[in-house]
């Protein structure tokens, strides 16, 4: 459906008619034809009759309606959405202009850039986009049939049968089929058994298609016997509590005919009370398959505690984390994919069912192989799949061909097409606010690892974000992410120290689905142009570039385009050339990550929507003056550049959060010549108060001095500090928002002097880079009280008192990375340090002969890393205490280390660590 589109319209015009931008406006639109006069109240009209164009969107999508007629009509409404969402861009840059220009006079101020309208044309513009959206209404109610029961009736609840039949049987049933979850199965039926007092609630997670209702159903089909009675209920989205009491008292009364025919007459009043009694009297057992919605699972919850007296159970499958939450840590059980030899041993018993041992070929297996990879450990797709194999021709040739058109097949073949709409249904249940976000995620390439913080900010750069409350943009967009992630729309690959989602990616068959819905909602089309593929794109606002061998061709109107994306770091210079700028004015980000240009044109500037710019591994060595008119840059992104300056005025650009800027000198390991910052003495960016990012600035005087006006500051890395700056840094304790500091002296021999330094309240993150003075380690800033610091690195400090002891006041450590930081001989951890630290480094300490741990030290940690020692000569003493260690890593250590270590080995010492490298 078009929701997305006009959503982002609505909240476009909503920007432009708000309480700041209309008092911008009124002093340009006073003495103006009343046509622009009325621009606030026309763009206000148009708002409304969207939002009631959402309204019906919404209707038609929640009852499946669909035909050509409404389909080409929804069509029309993105169209017009987009051409709103274009109009309304162009007015707030002028009246955003307006406000930067002051005095200029409005034809100078409108002709910047010369791409843009004037506010006259703006208001004629407005004028027709109003008068098409009436149309729009009108022809809807010309054409399209009424929907039964209004628009302001609800549907009845579980009305869509055909979800209702694809979730009971696109399950399989066999025994056979519960490959690679017996450890799952054997846990779920323990607990039903388990000996305890009051009732139990146990939950049963995983994306859709993983098999919870495979599991859930054999063992409720074995087990159900030995329950007083027994109640399927099959919960959809739709579905409300009183119905699903209905339902449930319908199961548990199947054996008594006459009451079951009751139950339709029965008041819902009248149900609980019986309900009540069933639970007091009886052992019961009930399923509810596919929860969606926290709400009605905490009063099913409510009834079933209160008034079951019985032990009985309840069982609850559903996709949402926040709903498996319910039940007890013990008793909620999370389905993965299958592992590669599970998935291969499921696929062959559903292809070859007809044969028991059967013996496949070298070449059929590898195609077989390519299959099942493609459908990534998820039995829903390898069963139907295989269904249908075991009814084709077991050749070479038939399974070459099907892998090639594998995802034609699931979308298309009636046979797999409960596979798509199955893992659709996890989209159709989204929220509004989270489709676009979720979309956004399939214009990368195939198993890319997403990082957290560049998907946020790309979603800010294309307003997917609302603001809630005193939560800044990043924070809600992060609770949009956590949100995805809970409902298995996506997957974590991998967490930072304190559980933070760091990386994460999709499942490729979701992917796949997400690519078709994006290109027919024209949200976002991929282009690849690798032999064999289709590299069609769509008239799109979004293209991601996968791979092009050749120049550019886009079938998509480049004044549409919004955001470009390139990941084929060989592309032609002059293939993205040609959108920057004039015919590409709408853009909002632009990636072009990768490529070996060293310039880009001074026309950028005239991007005036650009929000996200991001240039990272490129040769850039400078910037063009231009880019000082970019006033909605938010997003500035130059990493492992050539950059070193910014161009004069760069303070301009007030809307900037991100700033990420930095030269890579060299590879080494050495840190004060791994990279270089840009400067800050001419470049005024203090004067940026709305940055949240700045990594990396070079120090200086006058920067520092002015640092306390960046009060919006999470993320700060500076480097080339001197001592004489130090008195004044320690203004940094009035950056009440800072989350993460890195501070790096200008050389090795400098000394940061930072015994004043008091951490500000909010500090996670800090990493000192030089020789510290002595004083620091008893400073305020490792002995203060309620200390918020996570992860720590000391680099090159050299200190030649012990930092340890210190170090083990800060309780909250998950991640501590020592680095050259101690001159002394050894390093001891006592009972009861660090008592939540995950991973630890010590690295580049020549002089460190002995390391000990004390029982009770460190007792989570998971990673250990040895590095440098190059007088340690054995294996850390105690390290058999470290009973959660997982991965240990030496390298660069005594020459005799070696044989300690084997020994160690040997004699059993360190044969609870599962994972040991030694280079």
Not at 378 to 386: K, N, Q
Not at 503 to 514: K, N, P, Q, Y
Not at 672 to 701: C, K, M, P, Y
Request: proline fraction near 3%; include cysteine; aromatic fraction near 8%.
């Amino acid at each position: 459906m078009a929701e997305i589109a006009v959503l982002l319209a609505v909240r476009k015009i909503s920007i432009a008619v708000a309480g700041e931008m209309l008092n911008l406006a009124k002093p340009l639109l006073v003495k103006k034809p009343d046509l622009v006069t009325s621009l606030p109240t026309n763009m206000e009209l148009i708002k409304e009759e969207l939002e009631m164009i959402n309204v019906f969107l919404k209707k038609t999508s929640a009852r499946g309606c669909s035909n050509t007629v409404l389909d080409t009509w929804i069509i029309q409404v993105r169209r017009l959405s987009f051409d709103i969402e274009d109009i309304v861009d162009q007015y707030i840059y002028a009246i955003g202009e307006q406000r930067r220009m002051g005095s200029w006079s409005m034809r100078k101020i409108l002709n910047r850039p010369q791409v843009l309208l004037s506010l006259d044309r703006i208001a004629i513009e407005v004028d027709k986009i109003r008068e098409k959206v009436r149309e729009l209404s009108c022809r809807r109610d010309r054409w399209i049939q009424p929907i039964p029961g209004g628009l302001d009736i609800e549907m009845p609840e579980n009305s869509n049968k055909q979800e209702v039949h694809i979730l009971r049987n696109s399950q399989p049933n066999n025994v056979d089929m519960l490959v690679g979850i017996d450890k799952q199965r054997e846990n779920l039926t323990k607990l039903l058994y388990a000996e305890k007092g009051s009732p139990r609630v146990i939950t049963i997670l995983g994306m859709g298609g993983l098999g919870k209702s495979t599991l859930v159903h054999h063992v409720y089909k074995r087990e159900g016997s030995h329950f007083d009675c027994r109640a399927w209920v099959s919960v959809s989205q739709l579905c409300s509590i009183d119905n699903i009491l209905r339902n449930m008292f319908k199961e548990l009364y199947v054996t008594d005919e006459k009451k079951e025919s009751d139950v339709a007459k029965m008041s819902i009043e009248e149900i609980r009370v019986d309900l009540k009694q069933i639970l007091n009297k009886k052992r019961c057992i009930i399923i509810l398959d596919d929860v969606w919605r926290a709400s009605i699972l905490l009063e099913i919850g409510e009834l079933f505690f209160r008034c079951s007296g019985k032990r009985s159970i309840l069982v609850v499958a559903t996709r949402i984390d926040e709903v498996a939450s319910i039940a007890e840590d013990d008793c909620k059980i999370t389905l993965e994919p299958l592992n590669e030899h599970d998935a291969w041993v499921l696929f062959c018993r559903k292809v070859f069912w007809k044969t028991e041992n059967s013996i496949v070929s070298q070449e059929l297996q590898k195609w077989g192989q390519k299959i099942v990879k493609k459908c990534e450990g998820l039995p829903l797709a390898i069963v139907a799949i295989g269904s249908l194999l075991s009814l084709r021709d077991k050749s070479e040739t038939e399974w070459k061909c099907f892998y090639r058109q594998l995802i034609w097949e699931l979308q298309n073949n009636p046979d797999l097409n409960h596979v798509e709409w199955i893992l659709n249904l996890s989209y159709k249940h989204l929220p509004n606010y989270l489709k676009n976000c979720f979309l956004y995620c399939a214009m990368f390439p195939e198993d890319y690892l997403l990082r957290r913080k560049k998907l946020i900010r790309l979603w800010i750069a294309e307003g997917f974000i609302e603001q809630r409350g005193s939560m800044s943009m990043e924070e809600v967009a992060e609770s949009y992410l956590v949100e995805l992630v809970h409902r298995s729309m996506l997957q974590v690959t991998e967490r930072n120290s304190f559980g933070r989602i760091r990386r994460f990616r999709m499942h490729d068959l979701v992917r796949e689905l997400a690519i078709k819905l994006s290109e027919k909602e024209s949200f976002n089309s991929t282009y690849d142009d690798t032999p064999g593929v289709i590299e069609d794109v769509s008239d799109s606002r979004r293209v991601s570039v996968l791979r092009c061998n050749k120049d550019l061709k886009l079938n998509i109107d480049p004044c549409r385009l919004r955001t470009f994306l390139l990941f084929d770091t060989t592309m032609l210079y002059s293939s993205w050339s040609s959108l920057v700028p004039s015919k590409s004015k709408y853009l909002a980000v632009l990636d072009l990550s990768g490529l070996p240009i060293e310039t880009i044109p001074h026309s950028i500037g005239e991007l005036f929507n650009l929000k996200y710019l991001c240039l990272n591994d490129t040769n850039l060595k400078s910037l063009p003056k231009s880019v000082t008119r970019l006033h909605n840059l938010q997003t500035l992104s130059l990493e492992r550049t050539q950059l070193s300056s910014f161009p004069r005025g760069f303070a301009k650009l007030k809307k900037l959060r991100h700033i990420l800027v930095w030269k890579l000198l060299h590879t080494g390991s050495s840190s004060f010549n791994h990279s270089i910052g840009v400067g800050s003495a001419n470049d005024n960016l203090w004067d940026l108060t709305e940055l949240q990012t700045l990594d990396e600035v070079r120090a200086s005087e006058r920067f520092i001095s002015n640092l306390e006006n960046l009060v919006q500051l999470r993320s700060l890395y500076i480097s080339d500090v001197r001592s004489k700056y130090c008195s004044q840094l320690c203004t940094l304790s009035k950056l009440q928002h800072l989350l993460r500091l890195n501070v790096k002296a200008c050389n090795q021999d400098e000394v940061l002097m930072l015994e004043a330094l008091t951490l500000p309240p909010e500090l996670q993150t800090l990493q000192l880079t030089g020789r510290l003075a002595e004083g620091v380690l008893k400073s305020p800033m490792f002995s203060a009280p309620g200390n918020t610091l996570v992860r720590l690195s000391l680099c090159g400090c050299h200190l030649t008192e012990n930092p340890i002891p210190y170090l083990s006041k800060l309780s909250n450590l998950t991640s501590l990375q020592v680095k050259g930081a101690y001159d002394g001989q050894e390093l001891g951890f006592h009972d009861g340090w660090f008592p939540k630290l995950k991973g630890m480094s010590l690295t580049d300490m020549e002089h460190i002969t002995r390391i000990y741990i004390e029982k009770g030290a460190l007792i989570c940690l998971e990673y250990l890393k040895l590095d440098g020692l190059k007088e340690l000569v054995s294996v850390p003493d105690g390290m058999e205490f470290l009973s959660s260690i997982q991965d240990v890593y030496f390298r660069s250590l005594h020459p005799r280390f070696r044989q300690n270590l084997q020994e160690s080995v040997e004699t059993g010492r360190l044969k609870h660590i599962p994972v040991m490298q030694f280079q």
